[in-house]
T-cell receptor, first 110, second 114 residues
Framework: DAKTTQPPSMDCAEGRAANLPCNHS???????VYWYRQIHSQGPQYIIH???NNETNEMASLIITEDRKSSTLILPHATLRDTAVYYC???????????FGTGTRLTVIP | DAMVIQNPRYQVTQFGKPVTLSCSQT?????MYWYQQKSSQAPKLLFH???????NEADTPDNFQSRRPNTSFCFLDIRSPGLGDAAMYLC?????????????FGPGTRLLVL
């Protein structure tokens, strides 16, 4: 499994963009990068995923570097409800297992 | 709304007393998963069902079993809970077993072992 490395915690001011980095230097060519988040006492929630192109949906944007060794999840206008642990996950090719790392605890500050 | 439902949200059991946690889904997904999440840790996959085929993770203790009587329901049985089994148990589903399929999680059942 490709391993991911994330900072343990980050703060972001409400209304500002939150940029959450993830390092996945051993990623294979057919492995996707996924982001999930877990708000306190709730189940994880899917945010976005990508292979090599940048992706955007109603929740966030995902920027993947050209060499695919790192990526950044961007929440364009963070709200207090975005306070959560954010997990960057590289999916094992051919399997649907999610191997969660330690994640980044994002705190949005009023 | 289609969703993944877990009942109860909180379960208290005694040391060694068997306990069953339940999960149901209205998504009609083929795959159902059980994860264990201990305090301040990331979720860890215990096992999954692809339709009726059961797949156990290599390091899942024998104390944990699962049943899936039909597409909609899946149960987690803990035969003899120990204090170390206190955790949040998360059920998830995905439409199929392709690695780009999104998993949808329920709210979890928090198990307390006395």
């Amino acid at each position: 499994d490709a391993k991911t490395t994330q900072p343990p915690s980050m703060d972001c001011a409400e209304g500002r963009a939150a940029n959450l980095p993830c390092n996945h230097s051993t990623i294979s060519g057919n492995e996707y990068v996924y982001w999930y988040r877990q708000i306190h006492s709730q189940g994880p929630q899917y945010i976005i995923h990508g292979l090599k192109n940048n992706e955007t949906n109603e929740m966030a944007s995902l920027i993947i570097t050209e060499d695919r060794k790192s990526s950044t999840l961007i929440l364009p206008h963070a709200t207090l409800r975005d306070t959560a642990v954010y997990y960057c996950i590289v999916r094992v090719a051919g399997a649907n297992n999610l191997f969660f790392g330690t994640g980044t605890r994002l705190t949005v500050i009023p | 709304d289609a969703m993944v439902i877990q009942n109860p949200r909180y379960q208290v059991t005694q040391f060694g007393k068997p306990v069953t946690l339940s999960c149901s889904q209205t998504l009609n997904h083929n795959v159902m998963y059980w994860y264990q999440q201990k305090s301040s840790q990331a979720p860890k996959l215990l096992f999954h069902y692809y339709d009726k085929d059961f797949n156990n993770e290599a390091d899942t203790p024998d104390n944990f079993q699962s049943r899936r009587p039909n597409t909609s329901f899946c149960f987690l049985d803990i035969r003899s809970p120990g204090l170390g089994d206190a955790a949040m148990y998360l059920c998830a589903t995905s439409r199929d077993w392709e690695y780009q399929e999104t998993q949808y999680f329920g709210p979890g059942t928090r198990l307390l072992v006395l």
